[in-house]
């Protein structure tokens, strides 16, 4: 159903559909629920029930794009909103997104500059897709409304919608890490960027390190005005970690405008996931993994994706040492990685993957018995409820990536984990690090603080556990998704 009537006072920019396209058995175009009801998807959709007059934009992939317009649909989940998408080729995507966003930003954002590649990053692409994006958000705005813009492969539109529309409310949410100037200045770009994000009115990033670390990029790169620092919020742990950060630059100035700097880690839905950790299916998928998986032995998981920065043969490796050095372990505890496997086409990840198939099947083969296989590998995405039985059975979760903006599997075991035991150990180079106290944080470079990470958690006595458990299940209920986006839009409203 197409509609044309009317403009929209709230309007949200991601690359991401509300819901998955599909059809039915007669053909017809449905939409389904994300296969997580947890996350930030279902609370920006939650949005629209107390705004009217909504609008989402996203993409949409087509075969020739001369022949097509915007696509404007009415949804009606949760509220009333339209979904505009905006068609583009499949090179188009495959350049803007796969290529320069993910080949040329990607590892420069987690301070892999080695990984950076910029030739065959299309610019001239990237900012046609953004310019498309911001056209669709300036067709849509009602005189003065809301507009929020996700991520950094959006990283131009809020400047080219202050151009066309500067009676517009622009907010940006940067859901990766924000490197270091002389990392982030690698960027032959990194001048277009930085004015484009100063173009809006709130610039939101996870933590404070991450907000501190665009402000001095702005400060070195346009000499932009900052405001006098301010101690952080209480929800951020201030000294001990290598993204801990004791203050912050709550606003620069710029063009005679002020932009408001804002440190919100994005939440989880706890309620959510603590009521599937007791309904019936899950009770049952819990029950199978004791019985094909745990078989009374330590449980320990790890969840990811396949990609160079979250430190999955690092954490391999790790294991394979703690199997050399504890024979008496052997065929008493078990190592699942769920690791999900990059979209198709992207060597970069191909060759990760290889190495972590490589590496999981050698220690298997080093140190299987008969009746006992070390590790548990699988690159299939895990339907959400059968995560949340993995979340339930496992005595430790062993996230330690080399760098990550947040990191909500954390947060999600922790939030399963309500009013038990278990063991989260924590690479303290993830943004969750400054808001989970009573995680065991190590350093994933460092194989003894590896070591010791591991050896401690197997070795942690109950009380402890559940006396740790409990202060991170408080930081996780007392900052969820909702309370994320409610912290975003409030400062946008606040805005001078």
């Known amino acids: ?44 959709r939650n949005l629209f029930r107390s705004r009217e007059n909504g609008t989402w934009i996203a993409w949409r992939r087509v075969d020739d794009v001369k022949n097509e317009r915007d696509e404007r649909i009415v949804m009606n989940n949760p509220a009333t909103f339209s979904l505009r998408r905006i ?88 859901h990766t890490p924000f490197p270091g100037n002389d990392v982030f200045a690698i960027l032959p770009w990194r001048k277009q960027i930085i004015e484009s994000l100063l173009a809006c009115d709130v610039v939101g990033f996870h933590i404070p390190r991450y907000t501190e670390n665009f402000a001095r990029a702005a400060s070195c790169l346009l000499g932009v005005e900052k405001g006098p620092k301010e101690s952080v919020a209480t929800k951020f742990l ?14 620069l100035k710029y063009k005679n405008r002020k932009v408001k700097l804002v440190s919100s880690p994005v939440g ?9 950790a007791v309904r019936n299916d899950v009770a049952e998928l819990s029950k199978k993994i004791d019985e094909d998986t745990k078989k009374g032995r330590k449980l320990i998981l790890s969840a990811s994706r396949v990609d160079y920065t979250k430190g999955n043969e ?52 080093r140190f299987s018995l008969i009746d006992w296989v070390p590790i548990r590998f699988s ?28 990191n909500l599997v954390a947060k999600e075991y922790v939030a399963a984990r309500k009013g038990r035991d278990g063991v989260l150990v924590l690479s303290e180079f993830t943004g969750a690090s400054v808001v989970l106290d009573g995680a065991l944080l190590t350093n994933p470079y460092s194989h003894k603080q590896m070591d010791d990470a591991i050896e401690t958690a197997l070795a942690l006595p109950q009380e402890e556990q559940v006396s740790r458990m409990k202060k991170m ?18 400062s946008l409203e606040t805005v001078d």
Request: net charge negative; glycine share 4%; hydrophobic share 40%.
């Open 87 to 174: 068609p583009l080729e499949q090179e188009q995507i495959s350049s803007f997104y796969h290529v320069t966003s993910k080949e040329s930003f990607w590892p420069i954002l987690h301070t892999f500059p080695t990984y950076f590649d910029v030739n065959n990053a299309n610019w001239q692409i990237f900012e046609e897709v953004n310019q498309r994006f911001a056209n669709a958000a300036c067709a849509e705005a009602a005189e003065g409304a809301t507009v929020w813009i996700h991520d950094y492969n959006l990283w131009l539109v809020s400047g080219f919608i202050r151009e066309k529309r500067p009676d517009l409310k622009i907010a940006f949410f940067h």
């Open 314 to 365: 690092e954490l391999l490796l790790a294991f394979e040492r703690l199997l050399e050095r504890r024979p008496d372990l052997h065929g008493k505890v078990v190592l699942m990685l769920a690791c999900v496997a990059a979209a198709s086409g992207m060597k970069i990840y191909e060759e990760t993957q290889r190495l972590i198939e490589e590496t999981a099947g050698r220690i298997n083969g």
């Open 473 to 490: 299940v408080d930081a996780v209920d007392e900052f969820t998704v909702t309370d994320w986006a409610n912290e975003q839009m409030q």
């Open 379 to 406: 690159t299939n995405r895990i339907p959400y409820e059968e995560m949340i039985a993995w979340f339930s059975k496992s005595d430790i979760c062993w996230i330690t990536p080399l760098r990550d903006g947040l």
């Open 1 to 44: 159903m197409l509609i044309n009537e009317g403009k929209s006072d709230f309007i949200i920019l991601y690359h991401r559909t509300p819901f998955d396209e599909s059809t039915d058995e007669l053909g017809n175009r449905i939409w389904r629920d994300q296969k997580s009801p947890n996350g930030i998807i279902p609370t920006l």
């Open 268 to 276: 989880t839905s706890p309620d959510v996931i603590q009521t599937l």
């Open 238 to 251: 201030k000294f001990g970690s290598a993204l801990t950060e004791p203050t912050e630059t709550p606003w």
